[in-house]
């Protein structure tokens, strides 16, 4: 009975990323760091709307560089009109 509630019982990752950790840890990882959670793209606030599994953001930024471009040169555009 104690293995079912002990929270420093090792278990595997809930989104299958193959992580094993403390019960007590599992929380933290699935939302800060396990590499399949849900990650808004770096460039989000400059109009990218794309949401990717974390561990390919790296390839998001890669793939979608020339459309990043344009969302960063139409936010400064805008910054421009502004002054």
Same mark, same amino acid.
């Given at each position: 009975e104690h293995d079912n509630n002990c929270q420093y019982k090792l278990v595997p990752c809930p989104s299958e990323c193959g992580a094993t950790l403390p019960r007590c840890d &599992?929380?933290?990882?699935? /939302?800060d760091? !396990?590499?399949l959670r849900q990650a808004e793209c770096p460039l989000s606030n &400059?109009? !990218?709307t794309s949401i990717v599994q974390a561990r390919d953001v *790296?390839?998001?930024l890669n793939e979608h560089a020339d459309k990043h471009f344009l969302l960063i040169s *139409? /936010? %400064? %555009?805008?910054?421009q009109? &502004? %002054?």
């Open positions: &599992v929380h933290v990882h699935v /939302r760091k !396990c590499p &400059v109009g !990218c *790296s390839t998001h *139409s /936010r %400064m %555009m805008e910054y009109n &502004v %002054m």
